[in-house]
């Protein structure tokens, strides 16, 4: 597993909203299903003192991490207040930080993964399904019935992708060792080439499938350093070109960034690239 | 949302950096006494956003004898399919010397971009592929405020200095206006002085309510409709409609359909969460699409509830055939529901994408 594991305290920040509490309780289900430690305790600034979905409510982070064993937090913050929630997870000295809201300004993420970079807190998304090592933790609103523990990674910049390729894989009888959601937003924190280092540090897996979209190039950056086998999948091949911003656009990526180039590109580094979803388990399944 | 030419230099004026003397002039106004205030020698600019826009003839020379008649001109034209509805008047100027300055965001740092060259102008993506070193890249940390004395030297490399506080003015329009672009082409040296002759502004969708714009001009209406619904919504040709949630698998169903030799009519990503009215409005949405012959909707559920999105498929009620594909939170329910109401339901995404492509045709 990377990132977190049985032993790691959460709480929550934005749990009392119907997201928060709905989703404390499900990852303290499936907490308890794996005899993990969960969510320990909630945050919104002006409810101290409720409960939501079992856990005790606190005004701020420093007061949750005082009163509890945490070190990771998961957020539902909604998107204008976002940025300044994990600016104060990563003060109240929390490692990690996984953000769920969508919608959160981009200058607030810039902003936000800055200081937490300084703060040597990591952050997760935005704008993503969260963490799910089977066996291990429940971060996130990952669907933990598709999932069965193994030894593939995967890393996605889509939710439900995520969970397409992860069911497809379980019904091969493919195991995961991690499944991280990184976020479909233009500036996230961990990016693949991150999480690839995180894999290739983890024994339990054998080999990493990257599910990218069309936009930047942080799929190629990531895959051409991978020390494990990766496979790639990129959506968007039919998709209208994303809207033209300005010149920068045109001068920044040089015509990078649409669904097709990205595939060409990959292909010529010798990275295995699936042209459809129901490709991904039997090429992941000659790696491992 | 895209801001015009007229509205990104009255934010560049208010901040210091400065512009040619103008005046907006719109259909049926005087532009002849408008432009009296600016000058004998004046330009006419089509407020349309429209990349080369010069080139397609919105951008027009006058004097005070002809202002009007070339105003008039361009009021009664389309800049390569849009129509003018306002024109900027401004004065002549002596340029000396294109460059060229935007700030962007650079993904793969996380950080702001600014790119400067001192071969600016109508040719500047020209200069990106023949000449790209010519193009000074420099990325500034976003927690500074300002724009490091080292980075401007580095970016101006020799270009004038007077240069350097119009950079560090634009980086900070950049931030305080959440900007995803701010791009100055050309920004002209004369014997007057340094000017913005040309400026473009995007602002970031998700920051328009603090920026005290409430309605995004950027979106159509049948988009600005779909997103009151709270999906995002492409019309494409096919005949195939497509709901999925999350923009991820939405897409990879709408290239599945691709690979297997159907045509997609739409991309419709539901939203996370999403309901059994939301689903319902998707589905009529598409029902009432002339060109669609069957609908597939994939959903998988992460914070989206299977039995919700069952109840607005039944609800809707349309005419086409609609295939469903349904995994995830209270999965069970959902396919009881379905089936009662005699929905053909598909196990995996890629058996259910072949049964649309196989109705479509």
């Known amino acids: 597993m990377i990132y977190a594991d049985k032993s790691t305290g959460v709480i929550v920040q934005g749990a009392t909203g119907n997201q928060g509490s709905f989703h404390i309780g499900r990852m303290n289900q499936y907490a308890e299903s794996v005899g993990g430690c969960g969510v320990v305790a909630g945050v919104t600034p002006g409810k101290g003192g409720q409960e939501s979905g079992g856990v005790p409510v606190y005004n701020s982070v420093r007061e949750a991490v005082d009163a509890h064993d945490a070190t990771a937090s998961v957020m539902f913050v909604p998107g204008v207040a976002a940025g300044d929630s994990i600016m104060e997870a990563a003060d109240a000295g929390l490692e990690l930080v996984i953000a769920i809201t969508e919608h959160i300004p981009v200058h607030d993420v810039m902003k936000a993964c800055a200081y937490a970079q300084m703060r040597d807190c990591t952050v997760i998304g935005p704008n993503c399904p969260g963490l799910l090592c089977p066996g291990e933790i429940s971060m996130g609103i990952m669907p933990s019935h598709l999932y069965t523990r193994g030894p593939v990674g995967v890393i996605s910049r889509s939710g439900t992708l995520t969970y397409e390729v992860v069911h497809e894989l379980s019904r091969a009888g493919i195991g995961q060792s991690s499944v991280v959601g990184i976020g479909g937003d233009p500036v996230i924190g961990q990016t693949f080439a991150d999480v690839l280092d995180r894999f290739s540090e983890d024994p339990q897996t054998k080999a990493v499938v990257l599910l990218g979209e069309l936009g930047g190039n942080l799929e190629e950056e990531g895959a051409r350093m991978a020390d494990l086998p990766v496979v790639v999948f990129i959506a968007g091949t039919t998709a209208p070109p994303e809207k033209r911003m300005g010149h920068a656009g045109a001068i920044v990526s040089g015509g990078e960034g649409d669904a097709k180039s990205k595939i060409q590109r990959l292909k010529s580094l010798g990275i295995p690239v699936a042209s459809r979803l129901s490709e991904i388990p039997g090429l992941i399944k000659e790696m491992v | ?361």
């Open chain 2, 1 to 361: 949302m895209k801001l015009l030419e007229y509205e990104a230099k009255e934010i560049l004026k208010e901040s210091g950096i400065p512009v040619p003397k103008g005046i907006l002039i719109r259909a049926g106004d005087d532009a002849r006494t408008g432009a009296a205030q600016i000058g004998e020698l004046v330009v006419v600019k089509a407020q349309v956003d429209v990349g080369g826009r010069g080139k397609a003839g919105g951008i027009q020379m006058a004097d005070s004898a002809t202002v009007q008649e070339v105003a008039d001109r361009l009021f009664g034209s389309r800049i390569k399919e849009v129509p003018v509805h306002a024109v900027l008047v401004e004065e002549r100027i002596a340029i000396e010397h294109e460059y060229y300055l935007s700030i962007s965001i650079d993904r793969s740092s996380g950080s702001p971009l600014i790119l400067f060259t001192s071969s600016g102008g109508v040719e500047i993506e020209e200069v990106a592929r023949t000449n790209p070193t010519a193009i000074r890249r420099a990325v500034v940390h976003s927690l500074l405020t300002d724009v490091p004395g080292y980075t401007l030297r580095y970016l101006l490399n020799g270009a004038p200095k007077e240069l350097g506080p119009v950079i560090n003015k634009l980086y900070q329009v950049f931030r305080s206006r959440d900007g995803l672009l701010a791009e100055i082409n050309p920004l002209v040296t004369t014997p007057s002085g340094v000017y913005a002759a040309d400026a473009k502004i995007i602002i970031d969708d998700n920051a328009l309510p603090r920026q005290g714009i409430s309605e995004n001009r950027d979106l159509t209406d049948r988009e600005r409709k779909a997103e009151e619904f709270g999906f995002s919504f492409v019309e494409l040709d096919g005949s195939i409609g497509v709901i999925g949630n999350g923009a991820g698998l939405t897409m990879a169903t709408v290239d599945l359909i691709t690979v297997l030799g159907g045509r997609p009519a739409n991309f419709l990503d539901v939203g996370g969460g999403a309901d059994r009215v939301r689903v319902a409005h998707a589905v009529r949405l598409l029902g009432s699409m002339p060109g669609v012959s069957v609908i597939i909707v994939n959903l998988l559920g992460g914070i989206t509830r299977c039995d919700e999105v069952a109840a607005g498929i039944i609800e809707a009620g349309v005419s086409q055939q609609v295939i469903v594909r349904l995994a995830g939170t209270n999965e069970e329910e959902g396919r009881t529901m379905l089936n009662k109401y005699g929905y053909r339901m598909l196990d995996t995404m890629e058996e259910a994408v072949a049964a649309a492509v196989e109705v479509a045709r």
